[in-house]
């Protein structure tokens, strides 16, 4: 009876050995890693840094652009491996949706908060151009320091491109009471964003546009406008008026299920990637204010900080 126990004892560890050693031994996939590329520049030079710390690992690694919203259902079903910078709340509702329908898991958060607002350039309210600012209620006594040619005598307020929110900002214009003073117009792209700070800077005038944190404009100066508090519930879509600000949010990661299996290395990696708002504004930068393609960036950024990266291939 005791010899029976003493083998049996030996089989289980035996058989845990081997189940360790597998586990120890399992090697990613050849098949690649598919990452996808948005139209803002943290996301994309991120997507190439990403690539790169998995290239390191001896994976293989394709980019495909994809719609930001859309992207979460491409996950879910496999056309895409990754999602690398979900804000929640631009986001958030698309990638709890694809969640829910399975296929998509919750790789983990960055450290960094995210804000996505509506702001000025902090000259406007160094310069009193707007007085009261960044409190929103200011924004109805100086309409007309905000107008440009195409505004028809109205504060133009320049928004990000519309497949970002929709129609949440005009929504929010009218709900607070000021769509006859201001007019929401969209741009292209974000680089057409910096274009027009770049260019309102410069002669010193009103500008309000949609922008973001992180980004490489934390460093260069950026004031978001107060609007009242966000609650569950606010919004138009939830049941509310719609006419409340945005909150500060996660910035999480996203995988497809199988992710963990075909690429358990590259996998455990992506779930300990966490960066700060730090990084992230100096991988932005490294494109928008330094001109570098989102490539060099990245291979840039790389190279200079692996006291940040390094530690997640452990």
Not at 232 to 241: T, V
Request: aromatic share 12%.
């Amino acid at each position: 009876m005791k010899n029976l126990k003493i083998k049996a004892i030996v089989a289980i560890l035996t058989t845990a050995m081997v189940f360790v050693s597998g586990q120890a031994l399992a090697k990613d996939s050849r098949k690649p890693i598919v990452i996808p590329t948005h139209n803002w520049s943290s996301q994309v030079v991120m997507a190439y840094v990403i690539g790169g710390i998995f290239e390191k690992l001896g994976n293989r690694v394709k980019y495909v652009p994809a719609d930001s919203q859309a992207v979460y259902e491409a996950i879910r079903n496999g056309d895409v491996t990754i999602s690398h910078e979900v804000w929640q709340s631009t986001f958030g509702k698309s990638f709890y949706n694809a969640m829910a329908k399975g296929g998509l898991i919750d790789a983990g958060n960055h450290s960094a908060l995210t804000i996505e607002e509506l702001g000025v350039p902090s000259y406007v309210i160094e310069k009193n151009l707007c007085p009261g600012l960044p409190d929103w209620k200011a924004l109805a006594d100086c309409h007309k320091v905000f107008a440009t040619a195409d505004s028809g005598g109205k504060g133009r307020i320049l928004e990000g491109p519309q497949s970002w929110h929709g129609d949440l900002m005009p929504k929010r214009i009218k709900a607070l009471g000021l769509e006859d003073k201001y007019v929401v117009k969209f741009a292209g792209s974000a680089d057409a964003i910096w274009a027009e700070l770049a260019s309102a800077k410069k002669e010193g005038r009103g500008i309000i546009a949609f922008n973001w944190s992180p980004n490489f404009t934390d460093a260069d100066g950026f004031e978001f406008i107060q609007f009242p508090p966000y609650f569950d519930g606010c919004r138009i879509e939830d049941g509310g008026d719609g006419s409340c600000g945005s909150p500060v949010g996660w910035l999480k990661k996203a995988a497809n299920y199988k992710f963990p299996k075909t690429h358990p290395r590259a996998y455990t990696v992506f779930s300990k990637i966490s960066f700060s708002t730090q990084d992230i504004g100096q991988m932005a930068s490294l494109v928008d204010v330094f001109k570098l393609s989102h490539e060099d960036a990245a291979k840039s950024w790389l190279n200079t900080h692996e006291d940040v990266w390094k530690p997640f291939l452990e």
